[in-house]
């Protein structure tokens, strides 16, 4: 079973500051993504990625293959970017492996 | 397209009541799988679907039962509900196994009491 850490647990950051996300896994992968939960709220795919980079608008997000990392990054960090990020791998014919999240909290 | 609905949103049981949560996608996606999310532990799978008329168990699938009759609905049923069982829960879907982004439904929360 593919195993998934992201760190950090928990970010507090000031509005404004540049952010980064972590995820490692244990397995070789198809595809990972990112994924955003606001509170009380549900689920929504950010990023789907399986090489390389992809961005959408203030959110980055790469991905080291050989590595078995991945970062997301925020730009210009906003209050409304809190939330958690959970970072969910891809095997192949399986069902998604989720990280722990990661809880933001940016302050104004 | 209205993507995963999921219902109930909230739900309060007393030990030992059965429920079904319901999970419908119109999307026309293979893979359905269901999700608890407790905390400190992240989402863990109950069970999973690659497709109409098969399922298979997740990581924690002791007291709950699914079945796919059609590829649109994927049921989660709660036998004999237990307080370990209060937790948050979500469906996800995807067309296929690879590469392909997943939806999942607005959650449940449920509270056995």
């Known amino acids: 079973k593919n195993e998934v850490e992201q760190s950090p647990q928990n970010l507090t950051a000031q509005e404004g500051e540049f952010i980064t996300i972590n995820c490692s896994y244990s397995?070789?992968?198809?595809?990972l993504h990112w994924l955003q939960q606001h509170p009380g709220g549900g689920i929504v795919s950010l990023f789907m990625?399986?090489?390389g980079k992809k961005k959408h608008g203030r959110l980055i997000a790469t991905i080291n293959i050989q590595e078995k990392h991945s970062s997301l990054h925020i730009t210009a960090s906003h209050p409304r970017d809190s939330a958690v990020y959970i970072c969910a791998v891809d095997s192949g014919n399986t069902p998604l492996v989720f990280g722990k999240g990661t809880r933001l909290s940016v302050i104004a | 397209n209205a993507g995963v609905t999921q219902t109930p949103k909230f739900q309060v049981l007393k030990t030992g009541q059965s429920m079904t949560l319901q999970c419908a996608q119109d999307?026309?996606?293979?893979?359905m799988s269901w999700y608890r999310q407790d905390p400190g532990m992240g989402l863990r799978l109950i069970h999973y679907s690659v497709g109409a008329g098969i399922t298979d168990q997740g990581e924690v699938p002791n007291g709950y039962n699914v079945s796919r009759s059609t590829t649109e609905d994927f049921p989660l049923r709660l036998l004999s509900a237990a307080p370990s069982q209060t937790s948050v829960y979500f469906c996800?879907?995807?067309?296929?196994?690879?590469?392909?982004?997943?939806?999942f439904g607005q959650g449940t929360r449920l509270t056995v009491v």
């Open positions: 397995v070789g992968i198809s595809a």
């Open positions: 990625l399986s090489s």
């Open positions: 999307m026309n996606h293979e893979y």
């Open positions: 996800a879907s995807t067309y296929g196994a690879l590469n392909t982004e997943a939806f």
